[in-house]
């Protein structure tokens, strides 16, 4: 069985408060999966650690196979997450953020170019591109956070929070947003979550 992500005891210790202990998880590939539970359930310390963020303090976890303790920048490069804080730099224009985004994601010019144009436009933004994000509304600020790598690990509470109304209308009529049952997402939460309809 080939597994996209998986943990085995997985344990994190901050001093006196143990934000993880003990966690198993296994997600199979092509799977959806959400993570709930209250405030303080290790959430955020799950998904740093799938994503390189944070070391564990013991136990093991993998990422489409790969051992996040010694393959970090493979994974990295194989994963997309998007937060749901703006990480945007304020002093970057629209442009520039997703520049910024796309060479740290290792794309080469002469391909994230091309895409950034085909994202502005998509969103609606192309005429605003020169724009700093605080001119921007928040559905705006949104394209920096696509994500640049090839499977989304982990992203918004829902495929469509952050955009306004028309550019949720816009994204699904051109296959960008599907139902819910559809994309994958991660959601505050550390118990597992599958959809049983699927």
């Not at 296994?26 to 999966?33: P, W």
């Not at 696509?146 to 949720?168: C, E, F, M, N, T």
């Not at 699904?172 to 599907?178: E, M, P, Q, V």
């Amino acid at each position: 069985m080939s597994y996209a992500i998986r943990t085995q005891s997985l344990a994190k210790q901050y001093d006196t408060i143990t934000a993880l202990s003990d966690f198993d998880l296994e997600v199979e590939q092509g799977s959806i999966f959400g993570l709930l539970g209250p405030n303080g359930a290790g959430k955020t310390t799950l998904i740093r650690i799938l994503t390189t963020l944070m070391r564990q303090s013991a136990g093991l976890a993998f990422v489409d196979g790969l051992d996040t303790r010694t393959h970090g920048k493979d994974i990295r490069r194989l994963i997309g997450v998007v937060s749901q804080e703006n990480s945007l730099d304020r002093y970057l224009t629209a442009r520039e953020n997703l520049e910024l985004h796309a060479r740290l994601h290792g794309m080469e010019a002469k391909h994230y170019r091309r895409r950034i144009d085909e994202l502005l436009e998509l969103m609606g933004l192309a005429n605003r591109q020169k724009d700093f994000p605080a001119r921007l509304d928040r559905a705006g600020r949104r394209p920096g956070h696509q994500p640049q790598g090839r499977r989304p690990l982990a992203g918004p509470r829902s495929p469509g929070q952050g955009h306004h109304g028309q550019k949720r209308r816009h994204l699904a009529a051109h296959g960008r947003l599907g139902d819910r049952a559809e994309r994958p997402y991660c959601r505050q939460g550390a118990t597992p979550w599958r959809n049983p309809n699927l």
